[in-house]
């Protein structure tokens, strides 16, 4: 068996324009052949950075890294691909690349094609690939030759559950070659099924070593509480309340019907009145955030919303969309209720983000019907956009301005009287603790500190339909439940809150979700009717996703 | 170690960097079509002639010499002469911009002719437009001259023939700029295309991550740089091709130098701008800046300083320094001597020199910018 890669005591900094970034600060660790290694961490942990100076594509100022003989796999983000070139096309460039000769190269392609399942794809170009086979396609370049250490980054960004769960099934057929691998993620759930995790937060090493035994260290720590069926949903933000306020916790969520308790060592079991809690098996996420110093904050309870109509606070009816030819949105129809968080849950080009478009009223529907807040998206679509918020993914912000001022911004845009954004943005400043960031340029700021930033500015004149898309994917699981705290928050108090993501674990704080596929809703519901019905294995709303996708691609074969 | 250069790397790269040459048409537009609409727009539009000029006419005289000298202007295909009936609608037409100039025939005209001490014609240019000012009141003195010479032909005892009159008339027979600004165009237009061609090749490889992937494999940095730089030099020689092959026939050119000197004229600068484009981008990784960078630094200074407009002998010292580290001004100037006095080896080679230095000073800055890794 092939050696494997180690490192010691790696240090990179860069020196951006907002001042000297630590991305390494002395990352130690070792990438073991045949097992695959998660490199786990929040965006901005140094994982990138890391991957990198392994690959020897960046100088670490200092440290040492011990490559093996033989040849290193990189897979970048992007893939690496050419868009441009056909699948063969793309492959027979790096073989070329590599030197294979005539007879090496029919093998080994032959070999990938086998392996990838692109076989038949051969001459489509690369651009025109879903997510999931433009990764495939990234993987059969770096394995043209075969390495010793393939090093993916961050390899099941924007790729639906069906083909990551392939992706795995490949990395793992290769691991048992005895080809070192590692796979860095920002998702935690995904870092389980690794043999090893390298847990990064900001440039330290958090935990290096199988991931349970770091969660057998909290054993006995983290506790579930079943919420009984016909709670509806604003008693579920009340028990979430009252449970974070229990002493000895470090962290409540709403976890689909269930809240769960992550409590600080030596705690009693958490109890509330009339229900039960019962021990649960601590995740990579519950050791994680109880690793970390600072502790979810208890957003401040919100002033109740107006509500500006009688009906469903959004309502589509066939609501469809079409760029030529091509049908993104197919009479799609559901309602959003009053304080209600729903969710669009869908892979990437399925069609969630054109449905979204259309209701923020940013895109013309070519039929049906669409109403946000009581207005008619089709006759008064500048109407509505003064009822509603909008928070982008990697929540866009001007990074020269200071906190203060991009809200002051924000008070503008969505048309605040000048006394009006004065009290509001005082307000938000002290609601969302930022006092001591006010008057900083927000570039500079870490990424939990500008996530709240964002949101506060998103609801600055407090929207009835605050839109998020993507909110929480890559950041860290403190940041991530104080975010969803804050959206609980407000929707008891009466904001309705619409949510896109491909991402399963912002799935289970939704109360409804719309899984959208191929420009429909094939399934919608609450995530425990969701896993109930579709979920046979028992594994979580990632099965029932999978499982309710291929039976639809089985109904509706693609020509 | 591996070689510097291996044939099936490089032929691996190029087929690739064809296919996306292919596959977008961008490239192919802009090296052979753009150049073509630039020499078309401006080869008509920027013309230093002035043609069919309106003149006010006042013909205050009763002398038959003056409907003889109204009857030559007419003939002149640069002047149009407009009969006013007294001076001051003539002026008003003047201030109006109707007319650009006035030609007076006086009540005495008859007789100052036949005196010959003074003029005997009077004749008032508009001089908002300084260079159509002194071609009008040249056309004029060239159309009197003329006259002239053929009254004096007719009676030969009148007055005497003004000698320096026919100047320009002498430099530029047919009183046609074009010929000498279109090869000066055909640079100017090249230097922009070729610095374009290779402005976004090398950034798009670092926009698209696909750079990232490239640095992982054996590539060398030598079959990068001709891997960028061979299949655009031959797109830049087609547009060059095209474009010279349009100047011929659509605006009646003709080369007196050899097509050799020529080729290899060109190949030369072909370098010289691809290299700019090629440094642009390695630099900045990023397509937008460096196109930008590409434009700037080729466009301006190809317009104004490298005498493809403005004569370099005019300029003030300074001035005239900053030229020689203008590529263009030796393209333009081996352009104007290949097409208008042939291969004149003495005018030639220095040019070339300088050309070729050029050349290996941006690419060789080039290959060093080239690293192989993300730093």
Partial sequence: MADGL?????????????????????????????????????????????????????KAESGNVDRPRGHIGYMPQKFGLYEDLTVSENLALYADLHGLNRNEREQTFKRLHQFTGLAPFGDRLAGKLSGGMKQKLGLACTLVVAPAVLLLDEPSVGVDPVSRRELWSMVRSLQDTGIAVLWSTAYLDEAERCDHVILLHEGHVLFDGAPADLTKKFAGRTWRIPIPADNDAQRKRELQRAGSQLPGVIDAQIQGRALRLVMSPDAPAPQLPNLKAEPATPRLEDAYLAMLDTRPRTPPPVEPIENPTFGHMIETRN??????????????????????????????????????????????ASSGEARVAGVDLRTERDDARGKLGYMAQKFAYLGHLTVAQNMRFAAGVYGLSTSEAKTRIEAAIADYGLEQFANEPCGLLPLGIKQRMALACAVIHRPAVLFLDEPTSGVDPVTRHEFWARINAMAGAGMTIMVTSHFIDEAEYCDRLAIIYRGRVIGMGSPEEIKAKHDKTGEGLEAAFISLIESYDLEHPQQ | MTRAVDPQRLRGFLRKEWIQIRRDPSSIIVAVILPMIMLFLFGFGVSLDARNQPAAVVIETSAPEAQDFLASLRANKYIIPRLAPDRPTATEWLRSRKVMAIIVLGDDFGERLHRADSAPIQVLVNGTDANTARLVSGYIQGVWATWLVDRENVSPCSAPTPINVQFRVWFNEDLDSRRSIIPGLIAVIMTLIGALLTAMVVAREWERGTMEALLTTPLTRTELLLGKLIPYFCLGMAGMTVTVLFALTVFGLSIKGSILALVLASSLFMLVVLGIGLMASTITRNQFTASIIALTATMLPGMLLSGFIFDIRSMNKVIQTITYIVPARYFVDLLKTLFMAGDIWAAILPNMLALAVVAALFIGITARKTTRNLE
């Fill in chain 1, 319 to 364: 609501l469809t969309r079409r760029f030529g030819e091509f049908t993104a949105v197919d009479h799609i129809s559901f309602n959003v209720e009053r304080g209600e968080i729903f969710g669009l849950l869908g892979p990437n080009g399925a069609g969630k983000s054109t449905t979204f478009k259309m209701l923020c009223g940013l895109l013309p």
């Fill in chain 1, 6 to 58: 180690r490192f010691s005591d790696l240090r990179k900094t860069f020196t951006a324009e907002s001042g000297v970034v630590k991305a390494l600060d002395g990352v130690s660790g070792s990438i073991e052949p045949g097992r695959i290694t998660g490199l786990v961490g929040p965006d901005a942990a140094g994982k990138t950075t890391l991957i990198r100076v392994l690959a020897d594509l960046l």
